[in-house]
Nanobody
């Protein structure tokens, strides 16, 4: 089992910044990739960013490229999402998730992840 706990959400004005954290515990040694997803009211959960645990390769959805940065601290088993230049359309509940190890889950699909955090609310006011 893997436990994921997100923190760092909140209310921010357009153009502001937030940093989300996701602390992992439990059976984390086999982790290959961690991802961030978000779900806005009335919409499906969507991929935001991912990072490979070993060599730190990053992936982003187009709408956040240049504004969001995903990073990880292997020693702390923590993944971060630095969000800058926030827009009202970034408002959502943000979830971190661990990609399924075997067989490897689809990187940008919710079905490709087997462990999820409880989510943290990010609200961007206009």
């Amino acid at each position: 089992q893997v436990q994921l706990v997100e923190s760092g959400g909140g209310l921010v004005q357009t153009g502001g910044s937030l940093r989300l954290s996701c602390a992992a515990s439990g059976r984390t040694l086999t982790t290959t990739t961690m991802g961030w997803f978000r779900q806005a009211p009335g919409k499906e959960r969507e991929f935001v960013a991912a990072i490979t645990w070993g060599n730190g390769i990053t992936y982003y959805t187009d709408s956040v490229k240049g504004r969001f940065t995903i990073s990880r601290d292997n020693a702390k088993n923590t993944v971060y999402l630095q969000m800058n230049s926030l827009k009202p359309e970034d408002t959502a509940v943000y979830y971190c998730a661990r990609r399924t190890v075997y067989p490897p889950g689809v990187l940008r699909a919710t079905s490709g992840y087997d462990y999820w955090g409880q989510g943290t609310q990010v609200t961007v006011s206009s």
